[in-house]
Structure formats: C-alpha cells, structure tokens
Nanobody, 121 residues
Framework: QVELVESGGGLVQAGGSLRLSCAAS????????MGWFRQAPGKEREFVGR????????YYPDSVKGRFTISRDNAKNTVYLQMNSLKPDDTAIYYC??????????????WGQGTQVTVSS
C-alpha cells in the first residue's frame, strides 16, 4: 500500500523557518522522484520542488529557489522540505507527492494528506 504522511506544518512569522517531513512507504520511496506542491486558498496547486532518487539532483521553481531546500534520508524513507526566509505568500497547504515520471510535467500519482503552513506578517 502506498502511503505518504506529512508533518511539520504550523504557524511561523515572516522571515522564519520551518521544516516539513514526508514519510513514504519503502517501495515508492526508492523507486520514484519525491516532490512537494502547495495550494493556497483560491489558487491553483503549485509545484515547489523535487528530489531524485540519487539524493543529489533537485529542482526548484523561481518562486522558492534559494529559500527552499529538499533533502532525503534513505534510511528513514523520509523526504524533507526546509523552508527559510518565509513570506506571507508562502501560506498554503503543502503536499508531498510522488509517482513515475518527472513532476511537474508528469502529474504525481500519489499524494499525502497535506500539512498547513501559515506565515504571519
């Protein structure tokens, strides 16, 4: 059974940092690229970044590049999203996602339940 479980969301002031975690079942963690998306109220879901199975190859859109970092711990089947210099515009529900293919071009097949991140000004 495929399972993605996020944690680490919460309330933080602008300029602060937060780290999200996503624990994945072993089969998908080793096989697929892991990624993060977010969705703010009234907005479309936005791709935040991905990390490949080698643990070294990452990709970020310009909106978060230089502020967000994705890493993975293969021993724990966990991927992390470190978010620094947070802005109120980063407020959203953050989702861990994965699947065959390279996101966001190929939409993920599996999604976590999401975790709320709120950045106050």
């Amino acid at each position: 059974q495929v399972e993605l479980v996020e944690s680490g969301g919460g309330l933080v002031q602008a300029g602060g940092s937060l780290r999200l975690s996503c624990a994945a079942s072993l089969r998908i963690f080793r096989a697929y690229i892991m990624g993060w998306f977010r969705q703010a109220p009234g907005k479309e879901r936005e791709f935040v970044g991905r990390i490949h199975s080698d643990g070294d190859t990452t990709y970020y859109p310009d909106s978060v590049k230089g502020r967000f970092t994705i890493s993975r711990d293969n021993a724990k089947n966990t991927v992390y999203l470190q978010m620094n210099s947070l802005k109120p515009d980063d407020t959203a529900i953050y989702y861990c996602a994965t699947g065959p293919g390279v996101m966001p071009t190929t939409p993920p097949l599996y999604w976590g339940q999401g975790t709320q991140v709120t950045v106050s000004s």
